[in-house]
């Protein structure tokens, strides 16, 4: 029992603590230019304890990350960004134009939103995942996501309700809104990842035995 309560309290000040590392790196970048190197970072890190390695310098590790993906990173950001932008712009076309033949461009419209929307789910842990040129992250993102729909639905339904949960108590949001979401998606992309992995294995086996 106190072995139980010490791990979790463990975790606790973990989480809050990335958490609170995420925030304060992401003003030092400035707001724009410091989210996606401290996401980067963040994404880095929980990688490492789903894959069991707990006793790593936080901070140290953090700082690492940050400082050697910051340019990377910060292109990505702006890819997120131009992103928004047209997103910003279809919402605005989808309530101006109404009727007719607007309504029926709507539909494909709404579908190719949500399949960039989860494909941007998958951005972070594939950069932070993988060893990819810049164009090959968005390209294995996609794929991953159009393979794996059971994923993109619990990624989106359990990073909803930990948000839900946390906008109930608004103190909680401070010390693990980012770390908690972040884990969620991390955690549901590495086990995409890993299957991945397993299919790749066994298609080599099998040429291999033929």
Known sequence: MRNSLFAATEWITRFAYVNILWMAFTIVGLGIFG???ATVAMFTLIRQWIMGNTD?????????TYRKEFLKSNLIGLVFYVIGLLFYINFQFI???????????????????LAISLTLLYIIPTFVHYELRFLDIWKNAFLVMLIHPLHNISMVVGAG??????????GSLF????????????????????????????????????
């Open 161 to 170: 309700a930990v948000l839900y949960v946390m906008y109930s108590f608004p």
């Open 35 to 37: 989210l996606f190197p």
């Open 56 to 64: 790593e310098p936080v901070f140290t590790r953090f700082w690492q």
């Open 175 to 210: 010390f693990f809104g980012a770390s908690l979401v972040g884990y969620i998606i991390m955690g549901t992309c590495y086990h995409a990842f890993r299957k991945v992995a397993v299919k790749k294995e066994t298609i080599v086996e099998d040429n291999a035995g033929t």
């Open 95 to 113: 309530q101006f134009y109404q009727g007719g033949f607007y309504d029926v461009v709507k539909v494909p419209l709404y579908i190719f939103m």
